[in-house]
């Protein structure tokens, strides 16, 4: 993959032509978007339209990725942005058999080694485990814990070292109401309070009003890069959900008139052909009878 050579970058991410190849498919199709620092971005678009992939590709675990991709200033993978960066996936990255409070600790001592970080990491696990709202059930089992419960374990995880990038793969799949409110507390104090860049993906249309500014995916391809506001506002609808179908029926009108045009320049093009090998044909028979009457003559 290529990289810009700047090490210092006002935005978060900054992506440049990147394309994506899974399964032999291509999955991300040349996508240009900007991530803005301690602000929450929204990445919406239906089951299957490259989310994850694009989140894999910003924490640098996807393969096969192509064009520019920088993170936090530097190219996407690269060993020093692994402390800077925080990531939950779908599935809860947690030991069923350990508590809340044992999962935090072996984690944090796998991010701070040595009994010299003994009191600072005592404190960033409770300080994660308060973040989440599990203070509670610090010591219960994790494998007794609720799914949403069991998120959030894996999203105080991810706290742990406070980290400038917050990458979340549909964090509130699952939750009832009051939970998702809570956690949408949580990313826009992480954003106000500490600065944290958040990128949230979700299909949950009524979640994008929640953000300060959404990509709106769809089939690998980014229809729009706004604000929910200018969302509504350029496509006149009341919501973002009214607007991301708005956009999509455009996207799909564009794409029979770009499909139409392409068949109809291929009829063309057989009619073409056609007629140069009738004439092709009548020429050759004309020089055939001449032939003809060339021999006719020399008798
Ligand atoms: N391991 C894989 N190998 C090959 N293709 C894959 C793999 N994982 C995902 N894909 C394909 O890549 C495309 C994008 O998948 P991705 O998981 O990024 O979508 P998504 O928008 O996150 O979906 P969801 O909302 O359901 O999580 C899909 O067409 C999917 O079939």
């Not at 190219?75 to 960066?85: F, K």
């Not at 009524?206 to 990509?215: F, I, M, N, P, S």
């Amino acid at each position: 993959m290529m990289n810009s050579a700047r090490t210092a970058d006002a935005n978060a991410v900054e992506a440049r032509g990147l394309t994506v190849v899974r399964g032999g498919r291509t999955v991300l199709r040349g996508l240009d978007f900007t991530v803005e620092p301690g602000r929450i971005t929204g990445l919406l678009g239906p089951s299957g339209c490259g989310k994850s992939t694009l989140m894999r590709a910003v924490v640098g675990t996807q393969a096969k990725v192509t064009g520019t991709l920088d993170v936090l200033g530097r190219p996407a993978g690269h060993p020093s942005l692994r402390p800077r960066i925080g990531y939950v996936t779908q599935a809860p990255s947690v030991y069923t058999d350990l508590t809340v409070r044992q999962n935090l600790d072996y984690f944090a001592a796998v991010l701070r080694p040595g009994r010299t970080h003994r009191a600072s990491r005592e404190e960033a696990v409770s300080r994660a485990i308060g973040d989440v709202d599990l203070t509670r059930h610090a010591d219960a089992l994790a494998g007794n814990l609720s799914g949403g419960q069991l998120s959030r374990v894996s999203l105080a995880v991810a706290l742990l070292a406070t980290p400038e990038l917050l990458v979340l793969d549909e964090p509130t799949v699952g939750l009832d109401p009051v939970l998702r409110r809570d956690l949408w507390n949580l990313f826009h104090g992480l954003a106000a309070d500490r600065g944290t860049t958040v990128l949230v993906s979700s299909h949950v249309m009524d979640e994008a009003e929640r953000c300060h500014r959404l990509l709106l995916m769809r089939e690998g391809e980014i229809l729009a890069d706004d604000t929910p506001d200018g969302l509504r506002t350029r496509t006149d609808s009341a919501t973002v959900e009214e607007a991301f179908l708005h956009l999509v029926d455009e996207a799909t009108a564009n794409q029979a008139t770009a499909n139409q045009a392409t068949a109809n320049q291929a009829t063309a093009n057989e009619a073409t052909a056609s007629e140069a090998t009738a004439s092709e044909t009548a020429a050759s028979g004309a020089t055939e009878d001449e032939a003809a009457a060339c021999q006719e003559k020399t008798r």
